[in-house]
Every structure is written in C-alpha cells, then in structure tokens.
Nanobody, 125 residues
Framework: QVQLVESGGGLVQAGGSLRLACAASGRTFSTYAMGWFRQAPGKEREFLAV????????YYADSVKDRFTISRDNAKNTVYLQMNSLKPEDTAVYYC??????????????????WGQGTQVTVSS
C-alpha cells in the first residue's frame, strides 16, 4: 500500500510559477512510475506528465510540455511538478499517482493504482 500526499498548491498570478510536491510512503517508491494529473471543475481528469522509476524517461501532455517539468528524488520519496508560465486555464485540482508495475509510462488514469488527495492550484488573470 502506498499513500501519496500532494503539497505546494495555491493562488498565483498568470505568468507565475509553482512547484508541486508529492510525498509517498513506503519503501518501494523508487520502483514506481509516477504521474501527475489535474481536474478542472466540470471537466474530466487530464494527464499532465509521467516519470519512470529511474528518472531516465519522461512523457508530457502537449498542453504542458513546454511549461511543466516532472522530476523525482527517490531518496526523499518525492515527485515534483515544476509549473512555469501559468495560465488561468491551468486552474484545477492537481493529483499525483503511482504505478507499481512501471512497465510503461501511462497517460491513462487506468495505469495507476494509487492516488493522492489532490492540491488546488488557482491562477488569476
């Protein structure tokens, strides 16, 4: 069982930056692929980025690939999402997710077994 806790959300002006963190419990974090998703009001949950267990591979949604960066520190059991040049349309609840199989880098929610509770990001215009 893995527990994920996101932090770092908040209110930021358009053009600003935030760094989200997702802290994981358990000794097997370093073997998991980790992803970030978001969900805006009235919309479906959207894939943002995923990173392999060894940090060698990442994959991004087209909508964020030039602005967001995913990274991880296995020694700290933490995955990060650096978000730059934020826009009002980035306003959403942001979730991290863990895939214990790590067989591939999933962009689908179905690839992940564990989810955090989410952190709110609000970008004002």
């Amino acid at each position: 069982q893995v527990q994920l806790v996101e932090s770092g959300g908040g209110l930021v002006q358009a053009g600003g930056s935030l760094r989200l963190a997702c802290a994981a419990s358990g000794r097997t974090f370093s073997t998991y692929a980790m992803g970030w998703f978001r969900q805006a009001p009235g919309k479906e949950r959207e894939f943002l980025a995923v990173i392999s267990w060894n940090t060698h591979n990442t994959y991004y949604a087209d909508s964020v690939k030039d602005r967001f960066t995913i990274s991880r520190d296995n020694a700290k059991n933490t995955v990060y999402l650096q978000m730059n040049s934020l826009k009002p349309e980035d306003t959403a609840v942001y979730y991290c997710a863990a895939d214990s199989t790590a067989a591939r880098l999933w962009s689908s929610q179905r690839g992940y077994e564990y989810w955090g509770q989410g952190t709110q990001v609000t970008v004002s215009s």
